[in-house]
Structures are given as structure tokens and as C-alpha cells.
């Protein structure tokens, strides 16, 4: 690894109280840990450091990834989950506390909005809330439709247009958000999942800890490099998922990372 490099990436950490780790491509590849991942977590926990799980994916609730992390052995002590879906949900209740919701979204993920305090409700609902719905269905997409050419406040968890998964990526929000741009001829008012700042605030909040002290590590310089920009947290890419060297050089500068990792395990020595 390049000097200058390391001595980012060793100033990086040295600064960091609480890693923003996104995660497929971050720590694991579909059902399996990067590398000595474990091992990596369990270093970063002993430094006194804290790790949360920041994933765009609105289809699952915290508690689901909480069981995939445990699954593969990579949950530990003092770890949390924290998603698109409940910055948004979050988001609503300090916004909009008395509005009432339809949420596009899975039947966990409604619950989950439920037990966050957010009202929800399928006719003449205030605000049109589009999550990454793996149950969606056209019914669903006539009444959220519908909402929106009404004019009502229209909000989408997060923006990426595909899911990453094995073989063929599937549509994602962002994808549901063009086919509606196309029958409505409009976009959402608000966004709130990586890269943009809502979920970033929501986080900093519940961390009380300044931004400086909070690092995001992913492998998308579009989403979660820029997240950590648009916010000012520290930055750090990892080369273990969808981006390579080559790409990583040639990345805009809103997108730029402070450091580069082939992986997080190279910061194992920085602790
Ligand atoms: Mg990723």
C-alpha cells in the first residue's frame, strides 16, 4: 500500500470512536465474511470503538439483520443496526408527527415503522413514503401513484437503483422511483438514505459523538463515501466489493475518500 496512504488511513483510525460500516461488499460477500471479518470486528470492539451496520436496504428491518449478522458470526456486543427505512421513520416522527403514512414497504418493515410511531395508513393518507417493497404490488403502485400527481409530500428511503445480490442485481428503490417519475412526471421531495445527509444527522444524533469521530466505510463511492462527505465523517473505501483500484482512481471528487483499504481488515494494525 502507498505511504501516504497509510498515514491517512493510520490518522483515520486513530481519530475514529464509531465505524459506520455499510454492508455487503464492506464485510461480507452475500452470505460470506471478508476475510478474518470476525476477528477484524472483535479488534475493533477491544479498541473501545463502536460499530453500526448502515445499509440503504429498506426491505428489512434492523432485527433481520441483526439474525443474517448473527447467522454468520458477525453480530457482536455493543453493535447496532441502522437503516434507511428508520432514519426515515425518524425523520416523520420529529417532522410530522401528527401526519398519517402510507408506506409502500414489507409487511416487517410497516410493522417496524408502526413500533417506531410513525401512523400509518392505506386511504387518504398525508405523506407517501416509497421503501425498497419486495412484496410490492401494482395495486400498491396505482395508490402511492395517485398520491403523488395529488401532490402530496412524497419521501423515498433511499436512492440506488439496484439490490446488490448473487447473479443479476434486482430493481431497488431507485428503480421504482424512475417508473413513477414516468406515470406521475415527478420526483421525491425528500431522499433519505446514503448519500444524502438526513440519514447521516439522524445517525449523529443518536451517536453524540461530532462528526469527525465517526467514520463510514463502504465499497460504493457514489453512496457511501459520498454519505461521509456530504456529512463530514471520515472516509474510508475498501476495494472488497464493487470497487477496484482502477474505478477507485477515477472517482469524482465528491466521492473521494480519505483512505483506501483493500479491505477493512487492513486496519487491524492501526488500532
Ligand atoms: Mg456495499
Redesign the pocket.
Known amino acids: 500500500m502507498h505511504t501516504e496512504n497509510e498515514q491517512k488511513l493510520r490518522a483515520l483510525v486513530a481519530r475514529t470512536k464509531i465505524f459506520l460500516l455499510?454492508?455487503?461488499?464492506?464485510i461480507y460477500l452475500g452470505e460470506t465474511p471478508i476475510g478474518d471479518m470476525k476477528n477484524t470486528l472483535a479488534a475493533i470492539r477491544a479498541s473501545g470503538r463502536k460499530i453500526v451496520y448502515c445499509t440503504n436496504n429498506s426491505s428489512k428491518t434492523a432485527n433481520e439483520y441483526v439474525r443474517k449478522l448473527e447467522r454468520i458470526g458477525l453480530f457482536g456486543d455493543g453493535d447496532t443496526v441502522y437503516t434507511s427505512g428508520m432514519a426515515t421513520a425518524e425523520y416523520l416522527r420529529e417532522k410530522y408527527p401528527d401526519a398519517s403514512v402510507y408506506l409502500v414497504g414489507t409487511d416487517a418493515v410497516r410493522a417496524e415503522f408502526s413500533a417506531g410511531g410513525v401512523r400509518l395508513c392505506d386511504e387518504d393518507a398525508d405523506i407517501a413514503v416509497l421503501a425498497y417493497d419486495t412484496q410490492l404490488t401494482y395495486a400498491k403502485l396505482v395508490r402511492i401513484n395517485r398520491m403523488i400527481v395529488e401532490g402530496k409530500l412524497y419521501i423515498a428511503t433511499h436512492p440506488d437503483d439496484v439490490c446488490?445480490a448473487e447473479g443479476v442485481y434486482p430493481p431497488d428503490v431507485g428503480s421504482f422511483i424512475r417508473l413513477l417519475a414516468c406515470s406521475s412526471g415527478k420526483m421525491p421531495d425528500v431522499i433519505c438514505g446514503k448519500p444524502y445527509t438526513i440519514m447521516g444527522e439522524r445517525l449523529a444524533a443518536r451517536l453524540h459523538v461530532s462528526p469527525d469521530a465517526i467514520t463510514m466505510v463502504?465499497?460504493?463511492p457514489h453512496t457511501?463515501i459520498r454519505f461521509g462527505n456530504n456529512n463530514g465523517f471520515g472516509t474510508l473505501l475498501v476495494l472488497s466489493?464493487?470497487t477496484d483500484a482502477a474505478k477507485a482512481a477515477a472517482v469524482p471528487a465528491s466521492d473521494r475518500p480519505e483512505a483506501i483499504a483493500r479491505s477493512l481488515n487492513d486496519i487491524v494494525c492501526f488500532l
Open positions: 455499510d454492508m455487503d461488499g464492506t446488490p463502504g465499497d460504493r457511501d466489493g464493487e
